[in-house]
């Protein structure tokens, strides 16, 4: 069993996104008034925080939603889970769609610390169940 330690959205792509005391979600759409939401496979990112951890112990100082990650989950090493992996918080049903992803323009944190976890670490999930969740929720995983 995992713990959501973080939301976070944001209405543009390719910026910081910005913490949230709740994100909303809708099924086969992603989380409301979030820039990546709609009709695909990466409706919602995720990353570990563990990961973020040992990043910032690197001197890297990031904050939550940084890298661009919508939910910080601590528990799980997520990109060494199986695409179809299912999460379940609540209500809330997820499907892991893709690990990683190849980063076209380096951002700044890569500028500042040679190095950005987000394209090694990160899963993207579409939303099967919607719903609203929140830190402190807990997350599993269901199959």
Same mark, same amino acid.
């Given at each position: ?5 973080? =939301?976070?959205?944001?209405? #543009? ?6 913490? =949230? ?8 759409? *992603? ?7 709609? @009709?695909? +496979?990466?409706?919602?990112? $995720?990353?570990?925080?563990?990961? #973020? ?14 890298? *661009? ?11 060494? $889970? ?21 980063? +076209? @323009? ?20 579409? =939303? ?14 269901? *199959?």
């Amino acid at each position: 069993m995992g713990t959501v330690k973080a =939301v976070c959205t944001s209405e #543009i792509k390719g910026i910081q996104k910005e913490e =949230v005391p709740a994100i909303e979600l809708r099924s086969d759409w *992603g989380i409301e008034d979030d820039a990546h939401a709609g @009709a695909w +496979h990466r409706q919602v990112s $995720l990353l570990s925080y563990e990961k #973020i951890q040992e990043f910032n112990d690197r001197g890297a100082n990031v904050a939550n939603g940084a890298f *661009g990650e919508n939910i910080i989950v601590e528990g799980f090493d997520l990109k060494s $889970l199986p695409l179809g992996t299912r999460f379940k918080s609540g209500d809330i049903v997820l499907e892991l769609t893709q690990i990683g992803k190849e980063c +076209h @323009a380096h951002c700044a944190i890569y500028h500042k610390m040679g190095d950005c976890i987000m394209p090694r670490e990160g899963v993207f999930c579409k =939303v099967i169940e919607g719903g609203r969740i929140a830190p402190g929720d807990s997350i599993d995983i269901v *199959g």
